[in-house]
C-alpha cells in the first residue's frame, strides 16, 4: 500500500489517544445537574466528541488485522500475548499504585483475578483485543467470502443490539415505562466492538478503490459526524436528568449510533487525507504511532501525577496542552524502556 494511504492508519491512532487521554484527566466543568432541567455546556460539549475514541482503536485495528490471513497458530500465539500482557500490566500498575497511590491498592490475588483500579481500569482494551484476536479466523473468513450476505446480516444484527437497543432503553427509561424499568444500558460484554472491527476494514477498502476528490462522500462523512455528535448529546442530556448526575458520554456512548456515525465519519475523511512520503511530517507521525501502545499504557500513571499538581476545570486549550503534554511524556518513557529487549515485546502487540 501507499505511504500516504497507510499514514491515515497512524494519524487515527493518535487521535484516538489525545482523545483518550483527553477524556480521563477529566479537567473540564461539565457542569452539575440541579432541579432545573440540565442541558450540557460547552466543555460537556466538546467531551462528547471523545465518545468515538476507543471506536476508532477498534476500527484501525479491524483494518489492519483483517487485511491477511491467519493461521491457527498465530492466532493463538497473539491471544495468549495480549491476554499476558494484561495481567503483566495490571500487576506494574497496580504495584506502582500501592507504592506512590494510597487510593490504588491491589494484592497478587486480586490481580490474578483480573481486578483494575483506578490506574488499570483502562486495560479492558486488551481483554476485548484478546476476545477480538479469537474471532479473528472467523471474521476473517465471513469478510473474504464472495457473497457479503452473512457478513451484513451479523453486522446488522450487532448494530440492533447493543447499539440500537441502548436507544430504545433510553426512551423506555424517559416515558418511565414500569413494565420495563429494570432494562438498562449494555455494551454486550464489549462485543459491540466487533462491528467497529468490520467497518473499519469496510470503510478501508472503499476508500482504496475510490479515486479523486469524492466531495460527495466527504459531505455526507461530515454530516454523520455531526449527526452523531447531536445524538450523544441528546442522549447525554437526558440520561442526566433520569439518573440526577453528568451523564458518562464518553465511555457510557461507546455502544450508540451515534458514537458509531461519528467514528465512521472521521475514519472515512481521515482516510482521504494525503501526506507526501517525503514529508517530515511523516517521521513524527510514524514515531508517535510506534508508542501509542506505550501512552496508552502509562497515561493514567501520569494522569495521577498531575491531578494533583493542577487545579480541575481548567479551560478547554489548557487542558489539550496538559493532554499533549502527557502524551508526550508516556512517549518518551515508552521509548526508553522499548530500548530493554523483554521490555519491547511488552509494548508492542
Known amino acids: 500500500m501507499k505511504k500516504s494511504y497507510v499514514l491515515y492508519y497512524d494519524v487515527i491512532k493518535i487521535i484516538a489517544a489525545f482523545m483518550v487521554c483527553f477524556y480521563h484527566l477529566g479537567l473540564l466543568d461539565v ?14 460539549l466538546i467531551l462528547n466528541l471523545c465518545s468515538m475514541s476507543v471506536p476508532l482503536f477498534f476500527m484501525v485495528n479491524g483494518a489492519l488485522m483483517l487485511r491477511r490471513p491467519y493461521t491457527l497458530n498465530e492466532v493463538i500465539k497473539r491471544f495468549l500475548k495480549i491476554i499476558f500482557l494484561y495481567y503483566f500490566w495490571i500487576f506494574v500498575l497496580g504495584t506502582l499504585g500501592n507504592a506512590f497511590f494510597d487510593t490504588a491498592q491491589i494484592s497478587l490475588l486480586d490481580i490474578l483475578a483480573g481486578r483494575r483500579t483506578t490506574i488499570s481500569v483502562h486495560l479492558w ?31 446488522f444484527l450487532l448494530l440492533l443490539f447493543p447499539f440500537a437497543y441502548n436507544y430504545f432503553v433510553l426512551a423506555v427509561s424517559w416515558l ?62 437526558l440520561w442526566s436528568n433520569i439518573q440526577g448526575s453528568v451523564y458518562d458520554g464518553v465511555n457510557s456512548s461507546f455502544p450508540t449510533i451515534g458514537a458509531l456515525l461519528m467514528a465512521s465519519g472521521v475514519f472515512y475523511l481521515l482516510s482521504r487525507m494525503h501526506v507526501a512520503p517525503d514529508s517530515i511530517w511523516n517521521r513524527y507521525i510514524r514515531k508517535y504511532a510506534e508508542n501509542i501502545m506505550g501512552i496508552y499504557i502509562f497515561h493514567t500513571l501520569l494522569i495521577n501525577i498531575v491531578l494533583r499538581l493542577v487545579h480541575r476545570n ?6 489539550m496542552i496538559i493532554t499533549f503534554v502527557v502524551m508526550s511524556v508516556a512517549m518518551a518513557i515508552t521509548y526508553i524502556l522499548k530500548k530493554i529487549p523483554c521490555l519491547k515485546t511488552m509494548l508492542t502487540i
Open 31 to 44: 457542569g452539575t445537574v440541579s432541579e432545573s432541567f440540565y442541558f450540557p455546556n460547552l466543555n460537556k
Open 125 to 155: 482494551f486488551l481483554r476485548t483485543m484478546a476476545i477480538l484476536t479469537l474471532l479473528l479466523p472467523a471474521l476473517k473468513k465471513l469478510y473474504d467470502r464472495k457473497s457479503k450476505i452473512v457478513l451484513y446480516l451479523l453486522m
Open 176 to 237: 418511565n415505562v414500569e413494565s420495563l424499568g429494570n432494562l438498562s444500558v449494555t455494551g454486550a460484554f464489549t462485543m459491540y466492538s466487533v462491528l467497529y472491527f468490520l467497518l473499519g476494514k469496510v470503510i478501508s477498502d472503499v476508500c482504496a478503490k475510490q479515486t479523486g476528490n469524492c466531495l460527495k462522500y466527504k459531505l455526507l462523512a461530515l454530516t454523520a459526524v455531526v449527526a452523531g455528535w447531536l445524538m450523544v448529546t441528546v442522549e447525554v442530556t
Open 314 to 319: 481548567v479551560s478547554v486549550v489548557s487542558a
